[in-house]
């Protein structure tokens, strides 16, 4: 069975640093795209990152462009976001997601709808 887990969030002073992993059990990576999104209370889920299989594609929402990096480590199925200068409209709950694109080694999106598998989320609170 597919399974997504996001793991790594907490509470963070502004500026402050986080990394969060998303670990997947039951299949491997390789042929996934995955994307990081967010949803704070109140309002919708939305794209933060995504990164293509072949991690050639990265994608950023400009709110996050610079202070977020996306990587993938396929030997541990895992992909990560490391998330630096953490402002309080970063607090949210992340979940990640993946989508299979066997043939697509460069594609990845940060739409909610092209995605079929989602983790549970984890909670960023960014506060002082």
């Known amino acids: 069975q597919l399974q997504l887990v996001e793991s790594g969030g907490g509470l963070v002073q502004p500026g402050g640093s986080l990394r969060l992993s998303c670990a997947a059990s039951?299949?491997?990576?390789?042929?996934?795209?995955i994307g990081w999104f967010r949803q704070a209370p109140g309002k919708e889920r939305e794209g933060v990152s995504c990164i293509s299989r072949t991690g050639g594609r990265i994608n950023y929402a400009d709110s996050v462009k610079g202070r977020f990096t996306i990587s993938r480590d396929n030997a541990r199925n895992t992909v990560n976001l490391q998330m630096e200068s953490l402002k309080p409209e970063d607090t949210a709950v992340y979940y990640c997601a993946a989508v299979s694109v066997m043939f697509a080694r460069n594609w990845c999106s940060m739409m909610t709808n092209d995605f079929g598998s989602w983790g549970q989320g984890t909670q960023v609170t960014v506060s002082s």
């Open positions: 039951g299949f491997t990576l390789d042929y996934y795209a």
